[in-house]
């Protein structure tokens, strides 16, 4: 699948999950400080709850997305796709929350700091960010400052996002 390029084409893929309203609302947002604080609140938040999993990108993802939406009133998408570090594919099936324009990585950490991890990834996160960092929020135009290349294929309907919400919610809440 081609991966989206820019913003507007990632906008044509919201407006089509979710309509016009939602694309040209991801487009004009801007993350405030407020916005911000909550943003970092809630991803500890749940890391705190989360079990360790091989692949926790699609479940965190859902989580944080699900819970930003009822705590702000940014709009907020689940992106899927290819992570690149330094240019070189590492991950050809991850996802991450788009707020606006701005990429928020829930999972990118906890998998670099994983044994389960790409290797690559690991060496990378180690050296660029060091240790002990929980969640990575950046301009999506800003990642490759970074060494990061977020490669967005395509955005994740409701119906999906819910799926991998129960999911989440059975991996944090598991049957007593």
């Known amino acids: 699948m081609p991966h989206i390029k820019d913003l507007a084409q990632l906008a044509r893929h919201i407006a089509a999950h979710?309509?016009?309203?939602a694309a040209r609302a991801f487009k004009a947002y801007t993350l405030d400080e407020a916005d911000g604080a909550i943003l970092s609140r809630t991803g500890l938040d749940l890391l705190k709850v989360f079990p360790a999993l091989e692949d926790p990108a699609p479940a965190l993802s859902a989580a944080l997305a699900v819970s930003l939406e009822k705590r702000m009133a940014a709009p907020v998408h689940v992106v899927t796709g290819s992570l690149l570090v330094e240019g070189a594919p590492?991950?050809?099936?991850?996802?991450w929350v788009m707020v606006g324009p701005h990429v928020a990585d829930i999972a990118l950490f906890r998998l670099a700091y994983s044994a389960s991890g790409p290797a690559e990834l690991s060496r990378h996160v180690h050296r660029v960010f060091g240790e002990g960092k929980a969640l990575y929020?950046?301009?999506?135009?800003?990642?490759?400052?970074t060494g990061l290349t977020y490669r967005?294929?395509?955005v994740l309907d409701t119906q999906t996002l819910n799926a991998r919400m129960a999911e989440a919610y059975r991996?944090?809440?598991?049957e007593s």
């Open 171 to 174: 991996l944090i809440a598991p």
């Open 18 to 21: 979710h309509g016009w309203d």
């Open 90 to 95: 590492v991950l050809d099936s991850h996802s």
């Open 137 to 145: 929020v950046d301009h999506w135009s800003r990642t490759k400052r």
């Open 152 to 154: 967005p294929e395509a």
